[in-house]
């Protein structure tokens, strides 16, 4: 991955679970057939409730329906992004969908150390509160990880994202266990 990403936002809120980020009737779908993992991705975002206040997106799909991809490299979330359960489908959901990074006030920790452990996305923490009209669904945003600096491009307005740390090698080499094989822990 690179240090510079941009890439189009979609922007939830609060509480977003692993429910509304793959609903469990799609779990059936086998992520290690890459005929099957692709379902992940078309189905991702499918349970969020549409048109509830306190979703900002309102009535836009991630996916638009009959696709396998969206048009976000960003999801932007509020408080307690990826809570309910603990499977690793929610990330890999929104990674097979096309999204890069996922950046929100807080993590529950399980969704973080998925994405990361998994090589998925690149989680990202914000200090500000981004879902309150500083980013919109469908802002362009430049992300250079190295800095730390989130800037939408069509504002201007920029932002100092919480150190992202040592996740990076990790996501970059496709997860935990293939980061530990590329650096000689295991075998």
Known sequence: MSTIITGKAFVLGDNIDTDQIIPAEYLSYNPSDPAERKFFGKYACIGLPTGQ???PQGNIPYVREGEWKCDYTFVIGGKNFGCGSSREHAPLALAEAGSKVVI???FARIFYRNCVNGGYLLPAETPVRLIEGKIKTGDLLTLD???SLLTNTGTGESWTLSPIGQVKPIVDA???FAYARTAGMIK
């Open 53 to 55: 206040s306190g979703l």
């Open 104 to 106: 929100a006030d807080f």
């Open 145 to 147: 990880i190295e800095t």
């Open 174 to 176: 496709g997860g935990i």
